[in-house]
């Protein structure tokens, strides 16, 4: 198998956009494990590829701390290997009935090569997932081991890979989403909370007034030293723009830049994200963009709009831990209204991922006889379940709910693989009008993203105690910078702290878990968002 960073196009195709530089995740845990994870599950193999080559018209999810042009590289890579045997398989069955047909060999050793041409092709597809898995999707391996290369695959070309890139990367800060929460690609939502701020004047302070010798005097009224008057200061006008950018730069400089070097965030980073839909429609008398999605020129100049075509900024605060395989990211928003500041806290936990996906770090270093044999051993007492599994092969047609428990396994094997797979298939709405009058309407298609291949290799449940502590603690510690970093903000505005300094003993002192909480499932990660009514928004619930 040819491996290679940027596979170069064919010259009948045409001019293509140039390669977009080295990715930033292509050498990460996480890229390594979904790259692995597309050769152990065929079910997350396939849902890579329905996601990113078929359903191509739809905006790819921001990437977490992984690389999605790489996990679909191996994930065509490692359909290629199921069908070149699956070809061989029929290509040698063929020939060999062939052969028992004109009288070159009888039947009786006809069929005996059949059932071992099979096999074989069966032995040499998996020899060769083994090799892949050992050499070049390990931490370490005989030949080097993980270097963030990708194989290279006549479906993946330069102009899908600048889609993929550029999207993944949301280059224009602007994201794409098309479920119910616009926090695409960021997993589960865990307790969330808003706050308003009445933006009051402080009240004025008045001092102990001291004569020329320093001994205080007495004040008027009795009033002591630094007590509050009823005069109120003037509120510094402030914009959302300048308390967003002042708390992105504050939380960037306290938890990585200015920090000490052992309590340094090494993987903080912190974005100017917006969030919009993606809506295209077939009305050609709109001009001939009217299938662009928009840029961020194209946005109205107007913040948090109230309208379901509305871009809102948020403030993208991302931790990466655990080499990129467990992300917190919290989303930060600001709006302006009534002389009120609204601040809304939304965190979201990327958990671990699958654990079969780690089934590639405990594959020996080396292939050698040894294990040449146990494959071939392991496969001839596979065969009885095989052969089970081609006479079961039409209840295939029968819904799973139908089929008795064990049965299953045999008649759809690998659906035992991530919950988060099925995330974003949406049911086709029934016109329920008078006269269908939904025939008529403008057709259009929703191409935003409804969920990303690193969501779908999501695990249940945290692999270590450790992983589960890590992503409270970071959320927490985003929390109590973000609420100090916004009272000093408002403290040098001159505005009344008392409403901000309540709000902020109720949030850091919860002892209800499920506080302001928008419903869902309760999970390892914390709570899942739901729409009104209690349903998992995306299908993310089980």
Not at 185 to 200: E, S
Not at 424 to 452: H, I, M, P
Not at 495 to 503: G, K, Q
Request: with cysteine.
């Amino acid at each position: 198998m040819t491996i290679t960073q940027t596979p170069q196009h064919r010259p009948s195709e045409p001019p293509q956009p140039p390669p977009p530089p080295p990715r930033e995740h292509a050498r990460t845990k996480a890229t390594r494990l979904l790259s692995a994870g597309t050769y152990l599950d065929p079910v997350y193999r396939r849902a890579v590829i329905r996601e990113l080559v078929r359903n191509r018209f739809r905006v790819v999810a921001p990437s977490y701390g992984y690389d999605a042009v790489s996990v679909l590289a191996h994930a065509l890579a490692a359909r290629r290997l199921r069908r070149l045997q699956l070809w061989c398989s029929a290509g040698s069955v063929a020939l060999l009935w062939i052969l028992a047909g004109n009288g070159t060999l009888s039947y009786f050793v006809a069929l005996p090569l059949m059932c071992w041409a099979v096999w074989a092709m069966a032995y040499l597809r998996r020899i060769a997932t083994l090799h892949i898995l050992m050499s070049r999707l390990k931490e370490t391996g005989t030949e080097g081991g993980f270097d963030g290369a990708y194989p290279a695959n006549r479906r993946l070309t330069d102009l899908l890979i600048h889609k993929i890139d550029s999207e993944q990367s949301a280059s224009e800060s602007l994201v794409f989403y098309g479920g119910f929460v616009p926090f695409v690609g960021a997993g589960f939502g865990t307790r969330d909370w808003a706050n308003a701020q009445l933006l009051v004047g402080a009240r004025v302070l008045r001092f102990t007034p001291k004569d020329r010798s320093g001994s205080e005097q007495r004040a008027p009224e009795g009033r002591g030293v630094g007590l509050d008057t009823d005069e109120r200061k003037s509120v510094v006008p402030f914009t959302v723009d300048k308390i967003t950018r002042y708390v992105a730069e504050q939380l960037s400089a306290e938890l990585r830049e200015r920090a000490r070097l052992d309590e340094r965030i090494e993987g903080l980073t912190v974005e100017r994200r917006r969030f919009t839909t993606a809506i295209r429609t077939n009305d050609r008398t709109r001009g001939p963009g009217w299938s662009r999605l928009p840029g961020v020129g194209d946005l109205p100049d107007v913040h948090w709009r109230e309208d379901y075509d509305a871009a809102r900024e948020y403030l993208c605060v991302r931790i990466g831990s655990w080499n990129e395989e467990l992300v917190t990211s919290i989303f930060v928003g600001f709006d302006l209204k009534g002389n009120t500041l609204h601040t809304e806290f939304y965190p979201h936990v990327l958990g671990p991922l699958v654990e079969d996906f780690h089934l590639v770090d405990r594959l020996p270093d080396a292939f050698d006889g040894r294990l040449a044999v146990r494959v071939a051993w392991d496969m001839v007492k596979a065969s009885p379940r095989w052969v089970l599994g081609l006479w079961l092969l039409p209840l295939r047609v029968v819904p799973e709910r139908f089929l008795p428990s064990l049965l299953r396994p045999l008649v759809r094997p690998g659906r035992r693989g991530p919950s988060s797979i099925r995330i974003g298939e949406q049911a086709a709405k029934a016109d329920t009008s008078e006269f269908r009058l939904g025939r008529y309407v403008t057709k259009s298609v929703n191409c935003g993203a409804l969920t990303s291949v690193r969501e779908m290799a999501t695990n249940d449940s945290y692999h270590h105690f450790f992983q589960r502590s890590d992503a409270l603690k970071y959320t927490q510690i985003v929390e109590r910078r973000l609420l100090e970093i916004v009272r000093t903000f408002l403290h040098d505005h001159n505005v009344d702290l008392t409403d901000h300094d309540r709000a902020q003993n109720n949030i850091l002192n919860y002892e209800d878990k499920s506080m302001n909480v928008t419903g869902g499932n309760n999970r390892n990660f914390g709570y899942e968002y739901a729409p009104s009514g209690g349903a998992p928004a995306n299908g993310q619930g089980e």
